[in-house]
């Protein structure tokens, strides 16, 4: 059975997509208008906000004064060829750093987190907010077909939309 996000041939019977962890079943074209708004809308749609890097070498007192200046939540990592390499969040500020203060000038690749899960323009909105609650993120950094950094996402755009279509849809009833 195909995945219907990521295109993944799964065995059939399969709840779940092994690839991307999305639910194989069809959606209920009578679901509500929230949960079909999420289903077809892509990332696109959020307007993702530049992306606010840092290298992996800068010291961790250069991170956290960015994040403290442009008033975010978290810095995506690169390497030297702009590569994304992690994330570094306030949660790594929190739990990773804040116990040993005397590390400020340490680099941010010893205190971000690797990896981390990306998402695409064209991904859905429920895509993303299923894989914001399977990892407890609360940001995802969004990539081009190059897995090069876009944009970042965050529950709070994703929270906006849902207002505003919530809005939408109270005043059409």
Known sequence: MLCPDCGFDNIQGMDDCEACGQPLATLDPS???????????????????PPLTVGLQHPVSTAIETMSLQN??????????SDLVGIF????????????????????????????????????????????????YRHLPVVDQDDRPTGIISV??????????????????
């Not at 064209?122 to 399977?134: F, K, N």
């Open 89 to 136: 969040t306030e949660r790594d500020v929190l739990n990773r750093f804040s116990s040993d203060r005397s590390r400020l000038a340490d680099p941010v690749g010893d205190f971000m987190t690797p990896t981390p899960v990306t998402v695409s323009q064209d991904d859905s909105i429920a895509y993303a907010l299923h894989a914001m609650d399977l990892g407890g």
């Open 156 to 173: 709070r755009d994703i929270l906006s939309f849902l207002c505003i279509r919530f809005a939408e849809l109270r005043s059409t009833a």
């Open 31 to 49: 679901g509500g208008e929230l949960e079909q708004a999420i289903s077809r809308h892509a990332i696109g749609v959020l307007c993702p906000k």
């Open 72 to 81: 975010v939540g978290c810095l995506l990592v690169v390497d030297d060829n």
